[in-house]
C-alpha cells in the first residue's frame, strides 16, 4: 500500500467540504468575506490535497489544486516567508586550555566531608 504522506485523502476531501459548508452557512443572506486566517486555511488543504493526488501521478488534479491555493494564499496576502539576513556576530574567543589541577599538598587530615 502506498503511504507517501500522513494525509489521506478523505480527510483533506472532508476537511475542505467542511469548511465551505461551515462558511456558506454562516454567509447566508450576509455579505460577507472570508478572513484571512480562513484563506490560509483552504490555502493549507488545497495544497495538501493537491500533494496527495501528485502524489498519486493525478498531475491535472493537483495543478488545479494548486491554483486554488495559490489564489487563497494571494487573498490571505500572503508574500512568502521571511526572508533571512545576515547578522554580525563576533568571532568566538580563541580556546584556552587550563590544568586545574594542584600539585602542593596539605598537611594533616585528608577528609573533605
Known sequence: ????????????????????????????????????????????????????HRAHH?????????HKAQ?????AGWNGPPYAAAMAMPHPPRVTFTKAVSHMRLKGPDDAA
Open 71 to 75: 489564489e487563497h494564499l494571494k487573498a
Open 1 to 52: 500500500m502506498f503511504e507517501a504522506s500522513a494525509d489521506s485523502w478523505w480527510r483533506l476531501a472532508l476537511d475542505v467540504g467542511s469548511a465551505k459548508l461551515l462558511v456558506w452557512l454562516a454567509s447566508v443572506g450576509r455579505d460577507a468575506e472570508l478572513t484571512q486566517d480562513a484563506h490560509l486555511y483552504f490555502a493549507d488543504r488545497y495544497q495538501r490535497l493537491a500533494d496527495v
Open 58 to 66: 493525478r498531475i491535472a488534479k493537483a495543478e488545479r489544486l494548486d
